[in-house]
């Protein structure tokens, strides 16, 4: 190759790059403008609260009993009545709650061994314990058989005076679930 047509190439190729980074200049110019825009707010989701309890319909009295003792404990609660408000999708409402939870409890009692919403609740608050912290706690107020992964817990058994007075199990439950919160 003659100095000449390397000259003639070397002017061919730099020509070639100057134009290949003169046509890159208005991409990189969207693409920095692109990451300097402010990220989009998240998403809003319900707020953090201690305990999550779900129920059946029947049960909404004794939940709401157990609610208010919790409550009056110092601990936040997540229960229908109180925390889904008018206009709000209730299964959206119920998903973040169990989401946002930091330990679940299920009322156990054959109104709720036969509503499929709270086998949901029942399924949804195991994954969530399984993923990571989370405390699922039993609560039984009729004599029912409990599913396998709530029969190998301990359960709240409010069905008897036996373990003391519904006042002294739902201080030590207060106490147990104020430690995982």
Known sequence: ??????????????????????????IAH???RRRSLPPSPPVPSASHCDVFISHSQADATQAERLASALREAGLSVFLDAWSI???????IQRGEGIRS???????FSHAAMASPETMDD???ILNRVH?????????????????????????VDLTTSEGGSFEEKIERLARTLSRNS
């Open 1 to 26: 190759m003659s100095s000449a047509e390397f000259t003639v190439t070397t002017l061919g190729t730099l020509a070639g790059v100057a134009g290949a980074f003169f046509a890159y200049l208005p």
């Open 30 to 32: 969207r693409l920095r």
């Open 85 to 91: 408000e008018p206009g709000q999708v209730v299964s």
């Open 101 to 107: 939870a930091a330990n679940g409890i299920l009322i």
């Open 122 to 124: 029942y399924a949804a």
């Open 131 to 155: 993923s990571g912290g989370r405390l699922f706690v039993p609560v039984v107020i009729e004599e029912v058989p409990l599913p396998p992964f709530a029969a190998i817990r301990r359960p």
